[in-house]
């Protein structure tokens, strides 16, 4: 194991390890839209990061180009020593190690929680069905629904439906979780549930990176946000920092907006 | 005689119900036998194109876009005298029966394509992006996740669809195929009496009742909430 051990609870990036994630002049264009203006930004092991910005700043697209579901238009992305950007590398193999969950969740509605959460593991990592059902079963009672494992998504309320979409992520052993702000679309009194696992994730030393407007869960959890706006990064540092003392002008107005 | 005699004995004559029903036995059996085939392999044929289609390659959509157009357009009738009187003409003979099932599948299988792939383009993209962030390749996609979810939104029009070109199989009789219209229609020139036709009518509704009774409990069955 590469760890390094955790200083604590510290708010900024000493708490973590060396760097896994580094993204480097990453662009990206929709048609003549571009949506993010070069991005650099390094994410260490265990560090957990939070990404805010105003909606259309291109928050979501900067994760969705790390993992590749939306296709850079220049720049890299290394993951883990692997350049993700690279022409040939083995995006599926790749993927098994970048967890992502999804602001609406994303189940398949056709399956249980426990069809969910084993599909990969059968398909991908090709394990015989017992092992995928146990390591199944285990990732749905980290996630506090070892008793929901053959329930449909549409038996379960948006908060376990969330927690069932982390455990997807969670049952391939993944070395960072990307959430695509995972609570904007539950109700406020589910919210809780969610995040307690994230905590727990946290807490277990997993490297995430977070888009959300959780403040309170960043203050507690975040060790580094960054603000995003117009598709760069305008500020970074603890949130302490970002949320108490902003430097740049375009960053306290947005979080003035958020406080409110 | 009466009226009420001469419309039985026109329609429901019981010597000619006696001497026929063996011959429209073997027709109902004919009917049962090309339409399981053409469901089979229509609806086969039809999933195969529209998942091929998936995969956006734009020789390939351009030859199925092409031949769902021509099948939906063209009357079966049209197809089935063509293929049965015309191939002969630069040497391929084919059996009426194989003609039928042939024409017949590939008319499903037009449509069936179209609604197949009405269900892959209206599941939601968030499912696509899901799997492919847990490392399923596109065909795995396409399979474990999109196909299941795009064959029960395709039941219901499948079914009706599925009924309209079942029975379609009565225009075997054109071409000789044994099938329970050409039985009727023979027993009806024979005997110059209406009853074999009768007959044939009561068949196709007792044959076809059920499916359209299974069919609507098919499509109950397959009408799953959406998460």
Redesign the interface.
């Given at each position: 194991m590469r760890l390094i051990p955790s200083a604590g609870g510290g708010c900024n990036s000493d708490a973590a390890g060396m760097a896994i994630l580094v993204v480097s002049g990453l662009r990206k264009s929709f048609g003549s839209t571009e949506v993010l203006k070069g991005i650099d930004l390094s994410i260490a092991e265990r560090e957990l990061v939070f990404i805010i910005g105003p909606s259309g700043s291109g928050k979501s697209t900067l994760l969705r180009c790390l993992n590749r579901l939306e296709e850079p238009s220049r720049g890299s992305v290394t993951f883990d020593g692997v350049e993700v950007t690279a022409r040939g590398t083995d995006l599926n193999a790749l993927r098994r190690s970048m967890g992502m969950v999804f602001q609406s969740f994303n189940l398949y509605p056709h399956m249980t929680a426990l069809g969910n959460v084993t599909l990969a593991l059968r398909r991908v990592l090709k394990k015989p069905r017992s092992e995928a059902e146990a390591l199944g079963r285990r990732a749905l009672a980290g996630v506090g629904l070892a008793d929901k494992a053959l329930s449909y998504p549409s038996e379960l309320s948006g908060g376990q439906q969330q927690r069932v979409a982390i455990a997807r992520a969670l049952a391939l052993d993944p070395k960072i979780v990307l959430f695509d702000e995972p609570t904007s679309a539950l109700d406020p009194e589910l919210v809780g549930s969610v995040l307690a696992v994230m905590r727990e994730l946290k807490r277990r030393g997993m490297t995430m990176l977070v888009v959300s407007h959780e403040l309170r869960f960043a203050r507690e959890a975040a060790d580094r946000v960054v603000f995003i706006d117009d598709g760069r990064i305008v500020e970074e540092g603890s949130a302490e920092a970002i949320f108490t003392a902003p430097r740049e002008s375009r960053t306290k107005a947005f979080v003035a907006q958020l406080m409110r | 005689m009466t009226n009420w005699q001469r419309f039985v004995d026109t329609f429901f004559k019981p010597e000619m119900m006696r001497q026929y029903w063996p011959s429209i036995a073997q027709g109902v059996l004919v009917t049962v036998e090309i339409a399981a085939a053409v469901v089979a392999t229509g609806l086969l044929l039809g999933l195969l194109l529209a998942s091929l289609r998936a995969y956006r390659w734009q020789a390939i959509n351009v030859v199925i876009v092409i031949f769902v157009d021509v099948f939906r357009a063209l009357p079966p009738l049209v197809a089935i005298l063509l293929i049965y009187f015309g191939l002969p003409g630069v040497g391929v003979n084919l059996p009426s029966f194989i003609v039928l099932w042939l024409v017949l599948s590939l008319v499903l299988a037009a449509f069936a394509e179209e609604i197949f792939w009405a269900g892959i383009t209206s599941t939601?993209k968030?499912?696509w992006?899901?799997?492919?962030?847990?490392?399923?390749?596109f065909s795995?996609t396409l399979a474990?996740?999109v196909l299941?979810?795009a064959i029960?939104l395709g039941v219901p029009p499948l079914t009706n669809r599925t009924i309209a070109i079942t029975k379609n199989t009565a225009l075997g009789t054109v071409i000789g195929v044994g099938e329970i219209l050409n039985q009727a229609t023979a027993a009806q020139s024979f005997s110059g009496n209406a009853t074999p036709l009768m007959m044939g009518a009561i068949a196709y509704v007792l044959l076809f009742v059920p499916v359209v009774v299974v069919g609507r409990w098919i499509e109950t069955r397959f009408a799953?909430?959406?998460?």
């Open positions: - | 939601a968030g499912q992006e899901a799997a492919r962030s847990t490392g399923l390749s795995e474990f996740v299941p979810q029960r799953w909430r959406r998460a």
